[in-house]
Nanobody
Framework: QVQLVESGGGLVQAGGSLRLSCAAS????????MGWFRQAPGKEREIVAA????????HYADSVKGRFTISRDNDKKTVYLQMNSLEPRDTAVYYC?????????????????WGQGTQVTVSS
């Protein structure tokens, strides 16, 4: 069974930084693409960033381009999301997820396993 465990969320002031981590088990981590998503109260879950199986290709939502960086360490079976220049609009529960595809995909429905989420709150 695949398990994904996020960590690193918290409360930060606008302009600050956080680094989220997602540790995976139960699947050959290095064979599959990974994604970070977020969901704010009353809103749909949306893609933040995605990364291919090798880390060679990445995708970012327009709202985070230039501020967030997704990366992965296949030896540690961990995917990261470095978030800089955080803004109040970034406040949400952040989830990592894995897909059966090797190339990244931005579509929520193409991810089959999800973590429990970690809260990120950015104060103004």
């Amino acid at each position: 069974q695949v398990q994904l465990v996020e960590s690193g969320g918290g409360l930060v002031q606008a302009g600050g930084s956080l680094r989220l981590s997602c540790a995976a088990s139960g699947r050959t981590f290095s064979s599959y693409a990974m994604g970070w998503f977020r969901q704010a109260p009353g809103k749909e879950r949306e893609i933040v960033a995605a990364i291919s199986w090798s880390g060679g290709s990445t995708h970012y939502a327009d709202s985070v381009k230039g501020r967030f960086t997704i990366s992965r360490d296949n030896d540690k079976k961990t995917v990261y999301l470095q978030m800089n220049s955080l803004e109040p609009r970034d406040t949400a529960v952040y989830y990592c997820a894995t897909t059966e595809y090797r190339g990244f995909t931005p579509y929520v429905y193409e991810y089959d396993y999800w973590g429990q989420g970690t809260q990120v709150t950015v104060s103004s």
